[in-house]
């Protein structure tokens, strides 16, 4: 089974920016679908973005114009470049993802990013 590995994360200021990476130990060429997930303590994880094969990245709604999915198949990777954080995008990010329509989706151990002055 694939294996994901977070990285990226950390502590930075209102406005500022992070990049996580994501790299797999497998191939990401023809999955079905793959993104990144956010845990907010007390909070149940939630969507972020996602891309599926041969299509356009979809955002969810609160990270629109800040946050920008890209993926590298020949690095076996994926990023999440964070562009003006804020204190509520504080949250475990985990990376996943998805071999075929209906499959389990694979997850990655997360990496914390606190956004804090």
């Known amino acids: 089974q694939v294996q994901l590995v977070e990285s990226g994360g950390g502590l930075v200021r209102p406005g500022g920016s992070l990049r996580l990476s994501c790299a797999t130990s497998?191939?990401?060429?023809?999955?079905?679908?793959l993104g990144w997930y956010r845990q907010a303590p007390g909070k149940e994880r939630e969507f972020v973005a996602t891309?599926?094969?041969?299509?356009?990245?979809n955002y969810a709604e609160f990270v629109k114009g800040r946050f920008t999915l890209s993926r590298d198949i020949a690095k076996h990777t994926m990023n999440l470049q964070m562009n003006n954080l804020k204190p509520e995008d504080t949250a475990v990010y985990y990376c996943?993802?998805?071999?075929?329509?209906?499959?389990?989706?694979?997850w990655g151990q997360g990496t914390q990013v606190t956004v804090s002055s």
């Open positions: 996943y993802t998805q071999s075929g329509y209906g499959t389990a989706l694979v």
């Open positions: 497998g191939s990401i060429y023809g999955l079905y679908r």
């Open positions: 891309i599926t094969s041969g299509g356009d990245p």
